[in-house]
């Protein structure tokens, strides 16, 4: 009888130490379910309108890929499965990120616009001033109404880089700005000069 009890102990421990084996294996299926979320999410446009949801997403990913690597098969199957939820909420954001983002790129490349027409009045107004910069303005201001109209064509499908463009064409705006402030000051200098002569 004391043996019938060792075998039947003994084959208890058997069965749990099976039954453990078996249930201790990696979550492939969770995990390629997280991968997939996780491509869907960066062809939706995440990467560009969502970033910050798909860099959380992507940090419990990799939570889940270390504790797989730590042999924590059952915290890495909740956390492929938190990374799925997490890049499917990356991917459900994109369209509001898109439309912030389209909004902002609206309202520099108007902006942009506008101050351009206050730098082409002021080209006029030192025009006979211009003398060597002539060439200069002349090219810049037609590559800024070529660039300007790429802007306004990338909004709808590129915002993103339409408003990366109206950040140059500032730029273009800063220098000229800058440079017909120079030559309207340019000749009360020089009277000021000779006023300072004369005394």
């Known amino acids: 009888m004391k043996h019938f009890k060792y075998s039947v102990s003994l084959m208890m421990i058997l069965a749990l130490v099976l039954v453990f084996i078996g249930c201790a294996k990696p979550p492939e299926a969770e995990q390629k379910a997280a991968k997939a979320a996780m491509d869907a999410a960066v062809t939706a446009g ?27 098969y059952k915290e890495a199957k909740q956390g492929y499965v938190d990374a799925k939820a997490a890049f499917e909420k990356a991917a459900g954001a994109v369209e509001a990120g898109k439309k912030a983002i389209t909004d902002e790129a609206t309202a520099a490349v108007t902006a942009v616009e506008e101050t351009w027409k206050g730098v082409e009045a002021a080209a006029k107004k030192v ?12 090219a810049d201001a037609k ?32 220098k000229w700005e800058a440079a017909f402030k120079e030559l309207a000051a340019a000749p009360a200098a020089k009277a000021e000069g000779k006023k300072k002569a004369k005394k």
């Open 46 to 72: 995440a990467d560009k309108y969502a970033a910050a949801d798909l860099d959380a997403a992507k940090k419990v990913m990799d939570a889940a890929d270390a504790q797989v690597k730590d042999k924590k």
């Open 143 to 174: 590559a800024f109404g070529e660039n300007l109209k790429a802007a306004k064509e990338m909004i709808a499908a590129e915002p993103a880089a339409a408003k990366a463009k109206a950040g140059e064409l500032k730029a273009v705006i800063d």
């Open 127 to 138: 025009e006979k001033k211009m003398k060597d910069k002539k060439d200069a303005w002349a």
